[in-house]
């Protein structure tokens, strides 16, 4: 990975984990359904209107569906997992949960990819783990899992993110990243009007202007082009080198849910995000 892509996934990574804060303040105006709808319709819109210049070839045939079949299970399925159960908890509990995306990354890139995750690697995402741990206050007193519904179902939708890549990253090989991501947005963005697209345009309709300026970060930046420049990543490197960026969102997470909800830290968010820091250093190495 090229210094400068690494430095692009970290500010990427810091955008990404204010979603789980963005999508506390939006869900007092909208449902569940329509922070998706809204989010990922806007997103393929900009990729609609911008088609005529993105490079590459548009997947055909049986690529075609299966381009298809990865918006539905991220873009309508996932992502309503995701939000859901980001709902249903703290925003700095579900920051520190994203520690477990590289984790399920790297575990299918190993089988489906047959990537090799190196002893480096290895350390690296056992780092993470700790810093996981820290976040968490494993040591305390009071030390409880957060509730355990709210936290499977946000987990969950980790493993259709890593299906996106899994999935993804053949079809790359043969076809433009941006088209394939639009693409996937069409689809995904037609099934989530079809499931509450008249009551999200009712809601939107609404929506202050601040919030308006969220959805459209979300949209262009953490969407359009955040999928699109993880696809480039990954087209020319190992999609478990590239997970271990994630590992910087539990990070990032727990200070905004500070900042911007306020949201109460102890010592543990201090020790882990050092960890965290610690495992980067090592599992990217070389890239660094």
């Given at each position: 990975?090229?210094?400068?892509?690494l430095?692009?996934?970290l500010?990427l990574n810091?955008?990404?984990?204010?979603?789980?804060?963005?999508?506390?303040?939006?869900?007092e105006?909208?449902?569940v359904?329509?922070?998706?709808?809204l989010?990922?319709?806007i997103?393929?819109?900009?990729?609609?209107l911008?088609?005529?210049w993105?490079p590459?070839?548009a997947?055909?045939?049986?690529?075609?569906?299966?381009t298809?079949?990865m918006g539905l299970?991220?873009f309508?399925?996932?992502h309503?997992?995701q939000v859901f159960?980001n709902?249903?908890s703290?925003?700095?509990?579900?920051?520190?949960l994203?520690?477990?995306?590289?984790?399920v990354?790297?575990?299918?890139a190993?089988l489906?990819?047959?990537e090799?995750?190196?002893?480096?690697?290895r350390v690296?995402?056992?780092?993470?783990?700790?810093?996981?741990l820290?976040l968490?206050?494993?040591w305390?007193?009071?030390?409880?899992?957060?509730?355990?519904?709210?936290?499977?179902?946000?987990?969950?939708?980790?493993?259709?993110?890593a299906?996106?890549?899994?999935i993804?990253k053949?079809l790359?090989?043969?076809a433009?990243?941006a088209?394939?991501v639009?693409?996937?947005l069409w689809v995904g963005?037609?099934?989530?009007?079809?499931?509450?697209?008249r009551?999200?345009l009712g809601?939107a309709?609404?929506?202050?202007?601040?919030q308006?300026?969220l959805?459209?970060?979300?949209?262009?930046v953490c969407?359009?082009?955040?999928?699109?420049?993880?696809?480039?990543?990954i087209r020319?490197?190992?999609v478990?080198?590239?997970a271990l960026?994630i590992y910087?969102?539990?990070?990032f997470g727990v200070l905004?849910?500070?900042?911007w909800?306020?949201e109460q830290?102890?010592?543990?968010?201090?020790?882990?995000?050092?960890?965290i820091?610690?495992g980067?250093?090592i599992g990217?190495?070389?890239e660094i």
């Amino acid at each position: 990975m090229k210094p400068s892509a690494l430095i692009i996934l970290l500010v990427l990574n810091f955008f990404w984990a204010a979603t789980l804060s963005a999508y506390k303040v939006l869900g007092e105006s909208l449902s569940v359904g329509g922070i998706v709808t809204l989010r990922f319709g806007i997103a393929g819109l900009t990729l609609l209107l911008l088609w005529p210049w993105l490079p590459g070839k548009a997947p055909r045939g049986r690529a075609l569906l299966v381009t298809g079949g990865m918006g539905l299970i991220v873009f309508t399925l996932g992502h309503r997992l995701q939000v859901f159960g980001n709902s249903r908890s703290l925003a700095s509990n579900t920051a520190v949960l994203t520690a477990m995306e590289p984790l399920v990354a790297g575990i299918a890139a190993a089988l489906f990819l047959r990537e090799h995750i190196g002893l480096r690697r290895r350390v690296g995402f056992a780092f993470g783990l700790l810093g996981v741990l820290l976040l968490n206050g494993v040591w305390r007193n009071d030390f409880q899992w957060v509730g355990l519904g709210a936290s499977l179902i946000f987990v969950s939708s980790f493993i259709c993110e890593a299906a996106f890549s899994i999935i993804g990253k053949p079809l790359i090989a043969r076809a433009g990243p941006a088209k394939v991501v639009a693409l996937s947005l069409w689809v995904g963005t037609a099934a989530n009007l079809l499931i509450d697209g008249r009551q999200t345009l009712g809601a939107a309709v609404a929506l202050p202007g601040w919030q308006w300026i969220l959805v459209l970060v979300l949209a262009l930046v953490c969407t359009a082009f955040g999928y699109v420049f993880w696809f480039l990543v990954i087209r020319e490197g190992e999609v478990n080198v590239a997970a271990l960026t994630i590992y910087a969102q539990p990070v990032f997470g727990v200070l905004m849910a500070r900042v911007w909800l306020g949201e109460q830290l102890h010592w543990g968010h201090l020790w882990g995000s050092c960890a965290i820091v610690l495992g980067l250093l090592i599992g990217l190495w070389r890239e660094i």
